[in-house]
């Protein structure tokens, strides 16, 4: 069937097959338009989805946001920055500008909180544990453990395991299972633990450990209380301050050092002793029980004195108050009284005040005739049997 046309001043007939052909490849060149002119750009709505959009220049969105899976670009911001063409990875630096920041309150996690930059909370309540490059809060409370490879810092810090980081520092109090850090352990309030491991300063107003305390250098302004063993290495000038008492837990149950590590100089005010004599420690030939009056002579530095002699030495002390020559070794060593008050072994009768001498087999007589370098020492006591032991003063003519 042939159809009239009229089309640039020529007016002819078509078949309607030719026709129906050619609506036909225009609809196809529409479908899979290659180029779209600039003028006809603005009037694009919608295209529906593309499989794949080539452009030379930017694409922007009044509106939205461009999409692609995987990437997101907000009001055509893009997220990430520094990436190379064809990367596949990338770090924090370059999505840092858009990371949420949360200055909030953690409350009552049950799981881990972990990140290798910081962790800020106004307060964190965790039933397990917190790691960061530094922890900051008001209040950190944890059945897990706190670690940082930064600092840590908050109020107050409470953890039933370990607190570990450069620097611990509490405006309040610090309770942990254990402290192990390079840095300080810092609290304006108690510090509480079942171990300290620190290389820096112990500082706290309160401070008990359990267990093994090691530190350079402890400030207490309150009370310590260790039942464990403290190692403090201090850089040679304060490894232990404190502005009050230190006080065993038990008296006359510890000592200050031992036998074999003892201090090098003690300085002080003055000293207060339980016991009366001043001692000094040597050889005897054999062992003599306290109160035996020695003189110089036998086969090593001193024996059981004879009657009379001029050489008496001392008398053999139990517990001086204060004992020199302490590290002597031998396989005898006495110590002798050289100054106090002391038992000493006698044969009577005897007045309180009398000038004693040898009587001798190591007992003491009374002699006010006494010549010098006879004298033991002076009775403080009345003794009228025939041997026995009674208090004397050491090296008082």
Known sequence: ??????????????????????????????????????????????????????????????????????????????????????????????????????????????????????????????????????????????????????????????????????????????????????????????????????????????????GLLRGASLTVSSSANFTGLATLNGDGANAVIHTGNILPALANAYNLGSSSQYYSTIYGTSTRAQYADLAENYLADKNYPAGTVMMIGGSQEVTAATAGTKKVAGIVSENPAHLMNSKLNGDNVVALALQGRVPCLVTGPISKGDLLISAGDGYACSNNQAEAGQIIGKSLEDFSGKTGTIEVIVGRA
Do not use: C, H, W
């Open 1 to 210: 069937m042939p159809v009239p046309y009229t089309f640039a001043n020529q007016i002819g007939n078509i078949a309607l097959s030719e026709l129906d052909a050619n609506f036909s490849n225009v609809k196809a060149a529409a479908d899979t338009a290659t180029t779209v002119t600039a003028s006809a750009q603005p009037a694009i709505t919608s295209v529906g989805q593309l499989t794949s959009l080539g452009v030379l220049g930017n694409i922007s969105s009044l509106i939205g946001g461009v999409y692609a899976p995987g990437f997101y670009y907000p009001n055509g911001v893009s997220i990430l920055t520094g990436i190379s063409s064809g990367s596949s990875s990338y770090g924090n630096s370059n999505v840092a500008a858009y990371l949420a920041v949360y200055n909030g309150g953690l409350d009552n996690l049950a799981g881990n909180v972990t990140t290798s930059g910081a962790v800020n909370a106004s307060s964190g309540y965790f039933s397990s544990s917190i790691q960061g490059g530094s922890v900051f809060g008001t209040i950190l409370t944890t059945t897990g453990f706190v670690s940082a490879t930064g600092n840590i810092t908050g109020g107050n810090l409470i953890s039933n395991n370990a607190i570990s980081g450069t620097t611990v520092r509490a405006f309040g109090n610090i309770t942990a299972g254990n402290f192990e850090t390079a840095g300080n352990v810092i609290a304006t309030q108690g510090v509480r633990a079942a171990a300290f491991l620190t290389s820096g300063a112990i500082q706290g107003s309160d401070i008990y450990s359990t």
